[in-house]
């Protein structure tokens, strides 16, 4: 910093800024796009999850008159009556879909005594990051659970296969015999 005219940031005990303005802007326009979440633009950029957010407020507060400008384009190809009414049907047979399959899912809990919601967990691992918006935030939200709940269940799971090994560990220290016999014990018990 030179004494000519150049005066420290307010606010930031004179510090420059850390991100240039061009990557500030690139940053924000990522997030904004939609495609990604804020945590998947920080890992992606090398950043935190809260200087996405600082940036995406920057470029809201500095680039509003560039943002308000540009029209507004409707999401996708204009559609005329006809393709509009065909979408609007194959909407309607897709939440009808849900609904049955739900239903089905409700009746089954009742007549088997189970809860098939539990097996959700299941699902969410495998579909989890294999298409565009299969998030965890997604997939928890459309099987109705919270984050927190998935990564309890995770921390629950890893810690029941712990203690099952500590204990196959412990039995194989005290009965020395072979694996396939400990197996056949364990199914017949």
Known sequence: MS????????????????FSDS??????????????????????YNIPEHSVWWCVSWYKTNHQ??????????????????????????L???EMKIAALEKVIAIANEEYRTDLKKSCYQVIAELRGTRKYYSLD???????????????????SELQTFQEHLVLQRI?????????RMYQALQGA
Not at 32 to 41: E, H, N, R
Not at 139 to 155: E, I, S
Request: hydrophobic share 25%; aromatic share 8%.
């Open 23 to 44: 990557f500030k802007v690139q940053v924000a326009l990522e997030y904004l796009k939609g495609d990604y979440s804020q945590s998947q633009v920080g890992l992606k």
């Open 172 to 180: 194989r220290d005290q009965n020395p015999i072979t694996e396939n």
């Open 92 to 94: 309607a047979l897709a």
């Open 138 to 156: 997604n997939l928890c939200t459309a099987f109705g659970y919270t984050r927190q709940a998935w990564y309890n269940h995770v921390k629950r």
């Open 3 to 18: 004494i000519t005219k150049d005066k420290p940031n307010k606010g930031k005990r004179g510090r420059r800024n850390t």
């Open 65 to 90: 008159s560039v943002m308000t400008e540009q029209p507004e384009e409707a999401e996708g190809p204009s559609l005329d009556p006809k393709d509009l009414k065909a979408w609007e049907k194959k």
